[in-house]
């Protein structure tokens, strides 16, 4: 690999490249030699509008900067025109990047077919009409590069994109079978999933988030990939902050089971731990089906199987499942009507045989038929709900192949199979969805292929559909989790009308739809054990597919990377067996080690704690204030105390000496004092509140707070920062509160420092409860609001209140501040006890808004009460190792 990555005389296409991450691959290539023809319709983040002034912008900046550039304003699904430009200006195409997108980001529930449309039209048509026009070009020359544009929300799903999902892990099949294709006249394919702040990503990430995430960290590895010595093809890749790894599918060995009466969804729910086990037995890595002839020659081989403990049926569930009128779906249907289900058997051939089959066998009205194209998914639906009142189950098996190498693939070819398998799942699932959140019960077993996980020759639509339906799948297993709706797909190998097509007659025998029926039937019981997850199965095989990601590798992010300096570390990215490779299942797991980079500078060092000082931070309240944060932490209209000002006895509540420090506790800048700070990673471990001076005055006051750094403890993969801060009286000098928190820094330990803090008594008491009943218990049911009051004391950080960056933390919905819990649980005592002169929590789970917490308090010595928090509905602790010391007697404060 020469040092110095030139692309002179090449031509680059690359669309979206008005801006964001499209601009910095155009400026790059410009920089590089290449002639670059900018992209970009000039819509908004959401595809609206029209202007040509982003791609003029760019192509100026290529010019004034010595190098060639043409603009092309079309939209990508006029691929066709847009590669025609590129002819024109420069006479050939050797480069394509697909790199053009909108969101149209909303939950399931609420999207509309034009947000679904949409998205699909521009992120995966799109790259099929620009690449199908680029091919024959790339064949004639022997030399071609496409980089196509997945994402985190397609590789695991997402909340609220279960368009975008599908269509960006669509691309990735698509990508997989281009290698394919390709290979052998110099084309090479490629995927990548990069995190970089732009007009989409804007909209859905922290201002301080994005600044470290700027697109200059993706033009490395796109160069890279594009560069005409490169070898590497149909990879995925994810990059961002510096940070580049490799992702490849990895498939247990999984379980093989008789193919005789025996194996049915409870055989399988026995030795469901076989199947999704990948560490007793090396996993596969394949790059297609399994060798499903020898499985089948061996189950036949084996005893009859076991079927547990726990029975599986499917009775009273009212089932859809469309294209079942033969092949997989018939065998699905026959086994869902003998568990007791009744059925909708839908085909747009023929569905009466099916029909008539399951009636005959388990009675009249078992089942019904529906002739309706997946398409019409309303209706298909309409018909289980007119004949039996709602349905739980949709199984969407219906199928067409339109199989033709990407060079002679017609548009006509694509849309008909993207109708049929994407948008028909899409419909069939949209329909059903409302009558799964009322019942809240709801099973959706998806039917993708190995042909849309691996790739495959001559089918560049159906892998793109199928991989696609994957993608989906993720992200409704994730919207529908809390409603007890579960999302799983199969993969099935089985002889149909469709695999006769491409198989011999005597295996399309052998491979009976029946050895499939079981799992579907299995993900589709209230026994479901699993949601989100892929399953390759067929002859009595199943087995589950995971991601696997390479430890990759982090760069310093104070200083630029270039392309030269990715391919010196490019054996590494690419490494899957240096014992560092991971299994991510969700986007926070994915991009955590993107933003475990962040903080990884060349000169990174941990700092001395001892003199570390904040400035003075100035606060000041009023009686509103301090009713506001009674309020907050649960106070009622019937507690006058701490409502109304004109109470005899109005007072705030201890625990407000939380409040003054909280700015003065964030003067302090964790990436100076650790390594790899990333304040996604930060926690909030213990809190210690020392009241030093009351009552406070309740109309009003200045106060004045400083922090200091107490210590910094290194615990191997993990820091934890302990700051104090006083706060004094504004004027008088006098000392009223006295804070200490610690903070839990993940990813930020290993620079060598002191493991074990220091004994400051009550601040790190551990406060274990006393082996009996409590002397008190509480319980508190907090508000819907509460997070939404509580933050207006000042702690606005979203994940308190914003769906979309609770997400982001993992979290289903947003949580309840940690401070909001302390805040409650110290009313408790001090409704019960009087006043405490301090208070230490640690912090040990979160709390959803409208849970109940339960606080039980014990009694110790003379003026401790030990107390622990839990969570009543989900039986978790929320605060543990706490204790107040009580002032006996309040003159001494």
């Given at each position: 690999?020469?040092?110095?990555?030139?692309?002179?005389?090449?031509?680059?296409?690359?669309?979206?490249?008005?801006?964001?991450?499209?601009?910095?691959?155009?400026?790059?290539?410009?920089?590089?030699?290449?002639?670059?023809?900018?992209?970009?319709?000039?819509?908004?983040?959401?595809?609206?509008?029209?202007?040509?002034?982003?791609?003029?912008?760019?192509?100026?900046?290529?010019?004034?900067?010595?190098?060639?550039?043409?603009?092309?304003?079309?939209?990508?699904?006029?691929?066709?025109?847009?590669?025609?430009?590129?002819?024109?200006?420069?006479?050939?195409?050797?480069?394509?990047?697909?790199?053009?997108?909108?969101?149209?980001?909303?939950?399931?529930?609420?999207?509309?077919?034009?947000?679904?449309?949409?998205?699909?039209?521009?992120?995966?048509?799109?790259?099929?009409?620009?690449?199908?026009?680029?091919?024959?070009?790339?064949?004639?020359?022997?030399?071609?590069?496409?980089?196509?544009?997945?994402?985190?929300?397609?590789?695991?799903?997402?909340?609220?994109?279960?368009?975008?999902?599908?269509?960006?892990?669509?691309?990735?099949?698509?990508?997989?079978?281009?290698?394919?294709?390709?290979?052998?006249?110099?084309?090479?394919?490629?995927?990548?999933?990069?995190?970089?702040?732009?007009?989409?990503?804007?909209?859905?990430?922290?201002?301080?988030?994005?600044?470290?995430?700027?697109?200059?960290?993706?033009?490395?590895l796109v160069g890279y990939l594009a560069y005409k010595d490169t070898e590497e093809t149909g990879?995925?890749?994810?990059?961002?902050?510096?940070?580049?790894?490799?992702?490849?599918?990895?498939?247990?060995?999984?379980?093989?089971?008789?193919?005789?009466?025996?194996?049915?969804?409870?055989?399988?729910?026995?030795?469901?731990?076989?199947?999704?086990?990948?560490?007793?037995?090396?996993?596969?890595?394949?790059?297609?089906?399994?060798?499903?002839?020898?499985?089948?020659?061996?189950?036949?081989?084996?005893?009859?199987?076991?079927?547990?403990?726990?029975?599986?049926?499917?009775?009273?569930?009212?089932?859809?499942?469309?294209?079942?009128?033969?092949?997989?779906?018939?065998a699905y249907a026959l086994l869902f009507a003998k568990l007791g289900a009744k059925l909708v058997?839908?085909?747009?051939?023929?569905?009466?045989?099916?029909?008539?089959?399951?009636?005959?066998?388990?009675?009249?009205?078992?089942?019904?038929?529906?002739?309706?194209?997946?398409?019409?998914?309303?209706?298909?639906?309409?018909?289980?709900?007119?004949?039996?009142?709602?349905?739980?189950?949709?199984?969407?098996?219906?199928?067409?192949?339109?199989?033709?190498?990407?060079?002679?693939?017609?548009?006509?070819?694509?849309?008909?199979?993207?109708?049929?398998?994407?948008?028909?799942?899409?419909?069939?699932?949209?329909?059903?969805?409302?009558?799964?959140?009322?019942?809240?019960?709801?099973?959706?077993?998806?039917?993708?292929?190995?042909?849309?996980?691996?790739?495959?020759?001559?089918?560049?639509?159906?892998?793109?559909?199928?991989?696609?339906?994957?993608?989906?799948?993720?992200?409704?297993?994730?919207?529908?989790?809390?409603?007890?709706?579960?999302?799983?797909?199969?993969?099935?190998?089985?002889?149909?009308?469709?695999?006769?097509?491409?198989?011999?007659?005597?295996?399309?025998?052998?491979?009976?739809?029946?050895?499939?029926?079981?799992?579907?039937?299995?993900?589709?019981?209230?026994?479901?054990?699993?949601?989100?997850?892929?399953?390759?199965?067929?002859?009595?095989?199943?087995?589950?597919?995971?991601?696997?990601?390479?430890?990759?590798?982090?760069?310093?992010?104070?200083?630029?990377?270039?392309?030269?300096?990715?391919?010196?570390?490019?054996?590494?990215?690419?490494?899957?067996?240096?014992?560092?490779?991971?299994?991510?299942?969700?986007?926070?797991?994915?991009?955590?080690?993107?933003?475990?980079?962040?903080?990884?500078?060349?000169?990174?060092?941990?700092?001395?704690?001892?003199?570390?000082?904040?400035?003075?931070?100035?606060?000041?309240?009023?009686?509103?204030?301090?009713?506001?944060?009674?309020?907050?932490?649960?106070?009622?209209?019937?507690?006058?105390?701490?409502?109304?000002?004109?109470?005899?006895?109005?007072?705030?509540?201890?625990?407000?000496?939380?409040?003054?420090?909280?700015?003065?506790?964030?003067?302090?800048?964790?990436?100076?004092?650790?390594?790899?700070?990333?304040?996604?990673?930060?926690?909030?471990?213990?809190?210690?509140?020392?009241?030093?001076?009351?009552?406070?005055?309740?109309?009003?006051?200045?106060?004045?707070?400083?922090?200091?750094?107490?210590?910094?403890?290194?615990?191997?993969?993990?820091?934890?920062?302990?700051?104090?801060?006083?706060?004094?009286?504004?004027?008088?000098?006098?000392?009223?509160?006295?804070?200490?928190?610690?903070?839990?820094?993940?990813?930020?330990?290993?620079?060598?420092?002191?493991?074990?803090?220091?004994?400051?008594?009550?601040?790190?008491?551990?406060?274990?409860?006393?082996?009996?009943?409590?002397?008190?218990?509480?319980?508190?049911?907090?508000?819907?609001?509460?997070?939404?009051?509580?933050?207006?004391?000042?702690?606005?950080?979203?994940?308190?209140?914003?769906?979309?960056?609770?997400?982001?933390?993992?979290?289903?919905?947003?949580?309840?501040?940690?401070?909001?819990?302390?805040?409650?649980?110290?009313?408790?005592?001090?409704?019960?006890?009087?006043?405490?002169?301090?208070?230490?929590?640690?912090?040990?789970?979160?709390?959803?808004?409208?849970?109940?917490?339960?606080?039980?308090?014990?009694?110790?010595?003379?003026?401790?009460?030990?107390?622990?928090?839990?969570?009543?509905?989900?039986?978790?602790?929320?605060?543990?190792?706490?204790?107040?010391?009580?002032?006996?007697?309040?003159?001494?404060?």
């Amino acid at each position: 690999m020469t040092r110095d990555m030139r692309f002179d005389g090449q031509t680059v296409v690359i669309t979206g490249a008005g801006g964001g991450l499209g601009r910095a691959y155009a400026l790059f290539f410009g920089s590089r030699g290449a002639n670059v023809v900018v992209n970009d319709l000039g819509s908004t983040s959401k595809g609206e509008g029209h202007s040509s002034k982003a791609a003029d912008i760019v192509v100026e900046e290529i010019k004034k900067a010595g190098g060639k550039a043409v603009a092309n304003y079309d939209s990508v699904e006029f691929g066709d025109r847009i590669i025609e430009t590129a002819i024109k200006a420069f006479g050939s195409v050797h480069v394509l990047i697909n790199n053009a997108g909108i969101l149209r980001d909303i939950s399931f529930k609420n999207m509309k077919d034009a947000d679904w449309d949409l998205i699909q039209l521009v992120h995966l048509k799109g790259a099929f009409k620009t690449t199908k026009a680029a091919w024959p070009v790339f064949r004639k020359q022997k030399f071609g590069r496409v980089i196509n544009t997945a994402s985190a929300a397609g590789l695991y799903g997402s909340f609220g994109q279960a368009n975008y999902s599908a269509a960006k892990l669509g691309l990735v099949g698509f990508t997989e079978t281009l290698a394919k294709e390709g290979a052998k006249y110099g084309i090479l394919a490629n995927v990548i999933a990069p995190m970089a702040a732009s007009r989409m990503t804007q909209t859905i990430m922290p201002e301080d988030l994005l600044s470290m995430l700027q697109p200059e960290w993706i033009v490395p590895l796109v160069g890279y990939l594009a560069y005409k010595d490169t070898e590497e093809t149909g990879g995925i890749f994810e990059a961002g902050a510096g940070f580049v790894s490799k992702l490849r599918w990895e498939r247990s060995q999984g379980a093989l089971f008789k193919t005789d009466d025996s194996f049915t969804p409870a055989a399988i729910l026995a030795r469901w731990a076989e199947i999704v086990d990948f560490e007793s037995k090396t996993p596969q890595y394949p790059s297609g089906p399994n060798d499903f002839m020898s499985l089948l020659e061996s189950a036949r081989e084996l005893p009859s199987n076991k079927q547990g403990d726990v029975p599986v049926d499917v009775k009273d569930k009212v089932v859809v499942v469309t294209g079942s009128g033969g092949g997989l779906g018939r065998a699905y249907a026959l086994l869902f009507a003998k568990l007791g289900a009744k059925l909708v058997i839908n085909d747009v051939g023929d569905p009466s045989g099916t029909v008539n089959e399951i009636n005959k066998l388990y009675g009249e009205g078992t089942a019904i038929p529906d002739r309706h194209s997946v398409e019409e998914g309303d209706a298909v639906v309409k018909a289980a709900v007119d004949k039996f009142g709602t349905v739980h189950v949709v199984v969407n098996n219906a199928g067409i192949l339109r199989d033709k190498s990407l060079a002679g693939m017609t548009e006509d070819q694509w849309n008909l199979v993207m109708a049929v398998h994407l948008r028909g799942t899409y419909k069939i699932t949209k329909a059903a969805w409302p009558y799964f959140l009322k019942q809240k019960f709801g099973r959706i077993v998806n039917t993708t292929s190995t042909s849309g996980i691996y790739g495959n020759f001559g089918q560049a639509n159906y892998a793109a559909a199928k991989c696609a339906i994957v993608g989906f799948t993720k992200t409704l297993a994730l919207e529908g989790k809390k409603y007890n709706i579960l999302a799983n797909a199969i993969a099935p190998n089985a002889g149909t009308n469709m695999t006769r097509t491409i198989l011999p007659e005597e295996i399309v025998q052998a491979f009976k739809p029946d050895y499939v029926a079981p799992l579907a039937v299995l993900l589709s019981s209230d026994k479901a054990p699993v949601t989100g997850e892929i399953f390759e199965t067929g002859s009595g095989w199943i087995g589950n597919t995971r991601w696997q990601r390479t430890g990759g590798v982090g760069f310093p992010v104070d200083k630029p990377l270039m392309p030269e300096v990715l391919a010196e570390n490019w054996a590494k990215i690419v490494d899957f067996s240096d014992g560092r490779s991971t299994h991510p299942k969700t986007a926070q797991e994915s991009v955590a080690a993107i933003l475990d980079n962040m903080s990884n500078k060349s000169s990174a060092q941990a700092s001395s704690a001892s003199t570390k000082t904040g400035p003075d931070f100035h606060f000041s309240y009023e009686t509103r204030d301090l009713i506001l944060y009674n309020i907050g932490v649960g106070a009622k209209s019937s507690e006058l105390k701490y409502v109304f000002e004109g109470a005899d006895s109005f007072t705030v509540l201890p625990t407000y000496g939380v409040i003054p420090y909280f700015g003065a506790s964030g003067s302090f800048d964790f990436s100076e004092l650790v390594p790899n700070f990333n304040p996604m990673m930060l926690l909030h471990g213990e809190q210690y509140l020392e009241i030093k001076s009351w009552p406070l005055p309740t109309s009003g006051g200045n106060l004045v707070s400083k922090a200091h750094l107490i210590e910094v403890l290194d615990k191997g993969k993990a820091a934890c920062v302990i700051t104090g801060t006083e706060t004094r009286d504004a004027e008088t000098g006098k000392p009223v509160f006295y804070n200490e928190s610690t903070i839990f820094l993940r990813g930020s330990g290993g620079f060598g420092g002191p493991s074990k803090g220091k004994d400051r008594g009550a601040a790190t008491a551990a406060n274990t409860p006393p082996k009996r009943a409590p002397d008190f218990v509480a319980e508190v049911k907090t508000s819907e609001d509460q997070a939404a009051i509580y933050r207006l004391s000042g702690d606005y950080n979203p994940l308190h209140v914003d769906p979309e960056f609770a997400a982001m933390g993992k979290f289903p919905k947003p949580i309840l501040h940690g401070l909001c819990t302390f805040g409650i649980s110290g009313k408790q005592i001090f409704d019960k006890f009087g006043l405490f002169k301090n208070i230490k929590v640690r912090f040990a789970g979160h709390v959803f808004p409208g849970e109940t917490l339960k606080v039980e308090m014990w009694k110790v010595g003379g003026d401790k009460v030990v107390f622990q928090t839990s969570v009543v509905e989900r039986n978790a602790i929320a605060i543990s190792a706490a204790a107040v010391e009580l002032v006996s007697d309040s003159s001494k404060l």
